[in-house]
């Protein structure tokens, strides 16, 4: 489905249902339907039956000392920023119903690299039917960005990503419920070539995933949760050999984000089974962790995990794991001053290789000092340095940029 026949079948579901009525909100007695309940109350205006909540974006304005991550004694560099305006909508019905739409159009500047100036969009659709103790989701997405989406490409090449979702959850009892989960990912990619090689050839696949979930109350800001999950990669290119399947199971805890502890711990095990016995699969550790701790009221500090598998372009390497972990701090110099600093490292591993098996280390460190404007918006001064050192010696590199961001939510 194209973007703007999306985009129509949403304004046009908006537009019928918004004469239906402004009745009391209910939204059943499931956990879903309470934070649906806290994030419609929480909207920053209303606008007849909708529920609206907007935010201008100003982010990376600056000094890009090396735009291509080049692994040269004279990079690239360029003046950039990314200038976006967020949009949150919902429209409650009878009680019963919630239209939740997201859109996020950007623009990406660079002032002397014109070829890399581009518009992007992030659009994320979903109508939820709320039943007593059954929720059921239906949601559809559009992203079209040229980014860097993982840390082996270096270029920003557009990739377009359709996707479908479609969810059911059980609120079986006041602490247990059940969730059932389906989601297809489509991705495609703009005529492209990195470092000789043909990325659409490489990566244009559709993602199948089904997955079973069932959580437990611990607390009021405490959620534990269990799942097992089942993947499907099906390749457009019969010759790259990499469709796949996987089999994981994940366990963690999801904390409330209105209590001091906030984020989510995720681990698990996954098995990558390729179908082509020519291929090695994967049997190991994953996990999807961030969680910040507000420890006295001036300070904050934050850490993350992420442990996983991405489809490559590097030669004829099926897949690379990708393992990153980090930690940061805030601190409040004074009421309207904040002082951030992140540091993270990481390593990409493949598995398979022609004559190397390649393997790259990376290290990150960001510092940041913001001045509160108004409540919800602060102005940040920004400086950050990015190393990667690997076994392939022409991919060793570092990228320092210096700027400034205007965010909300201070």
């Known amino acids: 489905m194209k973007k703007r026949t999306l985009h129509f079948f949403f304004i046009l579901a908006v537009f019928f249902f918004q004469g239906l009525g402004k009745d009391a909100l209910a939204y059943g007695k499931t956990w879903m339907g309470r934070e649906l309940e806290r994030l419609i109350s929480e909207a920053g205006f209303s606008l007849g039956p909708f529920r609206l909540d907007t935010a201008f974006r100003l982010s990376n304005v600056g000094y890009d000392s090396n735009i291509f991550y080049e692994a040269t004694s004279n990079p690239v560099h360029d003046f950039t920023l990314t200038a976006g305006l967020a949009l949150n909508a919902y429209l409650p019905i009878k009680k019963k119903i919630i239209i939740a739409i997201y859109d996020l159009p950007e623009y990406a500047y660079y002032r002397e690299t014109a070829r890399e100036r581009a518009w992007n969009n992030h659009f994320d659709g979903r109508v939820h039917f709320v039943f007593g103790r059954l929720c059921l989701t239906l949601g559809k997405g559009y992203i079209s960005a040229r980014e860097r989406w993982n840390t082996e490409i270096d270029i920003r090449p557009r990739e377009i990503e359709d996707n479908y979702l479609g969810l059911l959850l059980w609120q079986a009892t006041k602490r247990t419920s059940f969730e059932l989960i389906y989601r297809r990912l489509k991705f495609n990619h703009e005529s492209a070539a990195f470092q000789g090689f043909d990325i659409p050839a490489k990566l244009d696949r559709v993602e199948d995933y089904v997955s079973f979930m069932s959580f437990y109350q611990a607390s009021f800001r405490t959620r534990l ?137 990376y290290l990150i460190h960001s510092v940041g000092l913001y001045l509160r404007i108004k409540k919800k918006v602060a102005l940040g001064a920004i400086a950050s340095h990015w190393d990667r050192r690997s076994n392939v010696n022409y991919e060793n590199d570092h990228r320092n940029f210096l700027g400034f961001n205007l965010i909300y939510d201070f």
Do not use: C, M
């Open 225 to 361: 949760f269990i799942d097992a999950e089942y993947g499907r990669f099906d390749f457009a290119n019969p010759l790259s050999l990499k469709d796949s399947e996987s089999y994981a199971a994940h366990g963690g805890f999801e904390f409330s984000p209105l209590g001091n502890i906030r984020g989510t711990v995720k681990v698990g095990y996954k098995y990558l089974n390729p179908l082509s016995a020519s291929r090695q699969d994967y049997r190991g550790l994953v996990g999807d962790s961030e969680v910040s701790v507000r420890l006295t009221s001036p300070w904050k500090i934050r850490a993350y995990y992420r442990r996983d598998i991405q489809f490559s372009v590097w030669y004829d390497a099926a897949y690379f794991l990708e393992n990153v972990y980090g930690a940061g701090t805030s601190l409040y110099l004074f009421r309207n001053i904040r002082l951030d600093y992140d540091y993270s490292r990481g390593r990409n591993s493949y598995p398979e290789g022609i004559s190397v098996k390649r393997l790259d280390d």
